[in-house]
């Protein structure tokens, strides 16, 4: 009997098909995308963080590649007069070799952003990384304040961590965290990390100075509405950021526009697009079933 053929079985009809789902999440493949979807975040009045594609790189190649997309992404940026920022993983730029390469990079990357005059976050990644990736920031933070570091409210570190950071006034981005840890150093259950979340937000809001940038990235509109009821009425109001990934909540961006907050869209683009698109898919129930059922109408 002749074997049907499904889309599903040819690779490269698979990959059009998860790009397909995947541009709900990513700007595209090149740069001239990021420059576009960034123009659109900036007509819907937010500002935008872009971040290319890429982590756990092992050859220099991909190493210096990421470095001087960055570095062009920054001037694509100001060529285009786009609000706008860039976001950098650690282990992208070196840090899964070894920590002088990570550190000179960015060092490289941050003295761009500052003839640039654009902000640098550096995000953060699996606890491997945290210890290292805390020291980079604090030897390039002083020598550009415009940077900032990720907090992430699943591991029980953040907090002495966090306390630490804010001792040198860093910038801080806190976020719930998008790895998997064990029980001893990492939170398991949501409720737990939601209410570390709301803890270390808490303890940013009353011990932020007003020159310091915090910004709230989570798209659960439980803890987004604390944090407006926290604000209320404090000064360093001016210096929060809503941040939110690209195709998620789009309403939630809009009201909190509307209402005059500072919302940032974090914008991935790149060729290495599958495994953050993965990480997106499984984070929530419904886009795994809208996964399967593209699956299986393809
Ligand atoms: C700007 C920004 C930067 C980030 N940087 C880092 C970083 O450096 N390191 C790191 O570990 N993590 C980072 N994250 C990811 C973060 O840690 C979480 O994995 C991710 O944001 C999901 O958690 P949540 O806070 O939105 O809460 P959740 O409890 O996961 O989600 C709350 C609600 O948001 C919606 N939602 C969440 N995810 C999806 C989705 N994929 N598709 C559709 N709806 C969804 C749903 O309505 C859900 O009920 C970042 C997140 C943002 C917004």
């Known amino acids: 009997m002749e074997k049907t053929h499904s889309k599903t079985n040819d690779p490269a ?33 937010m500002s935008v963080i872009l971040n290319y594609l890429g982590e756990e790189n092992l050859e220099n190649l991909l190493i210096r590649k990421s470095v001087s997309e960055y570095l062009t992404i920054m001037d694509l940026l100001d060529a285009n007069n786009i609000l706008g920022c860039i976001s950098i993983k650690p282990s992208q730029v070196g840090l899964a070799i070894n920590y002088d390469l990570c550190l000179r990079n960015i060092y490289e990357i941050s003295e761009h952003a ?144 509307h209402n005059g907050f500072s919302v940032w869209e974090y914008t991935p683009y790149g060729e290495r697009w599958l495994l953050y698109s993965a990480r997106r898919i499984r984070e929530r129930k419904r886009n795994i079933i809208l996964l399967a059922k593209s699956l299986i109408q393809s």
């Open 13 to 45: 009809m698979l990959e059009r098909l998860l790009f397909g789902i995947s541009k709900r999440w990513i700007a595209g493949y090149a740069a001239k995308d990021a420059i576009s979807a960034a123009r659109k975040s900036n007509e819907l009045g």
């Open 114 to 257: 500052t003839k640039a005059g654009r902000f640098v976050w550096i995000d953060m990644e699996s606890l491997r990384y945290v210890e290292d990736t805390i020291s980079i920031y604090l030897d390039i933070f002083k020598k550009n304040r415009r940077t900032g570091l990720v907090i992430q409210s699943y591991l029980r570190r953040s907090y002495s961590d966090l306390m630490h950071l804010m001792e040198h006034g860093a910038n801080i981005r806190l976020v719930k965290g998008a790895y998997s840890q064990d029980r001893i150093n990492a939170f398991q259950a949501t409720r737990e990390i939601d209410n570390n979340f709301s803890m270390l937000m808490r303890f940013m809001v009353d011990h932020f100075a007003s020159d310091e940038i915090l910004a709230i990235a989570t798209h659960d509109s439980k803890l987004v509405k604390e944090a407006i009821s926290l604000l209320k009425g404090r000064e360093i109001i001016k210096s929060i950021q809503f941040q939110f990934l690209k195709g998620i909540r789009d309403e939630l961006k809009r009201e909190l526009v």
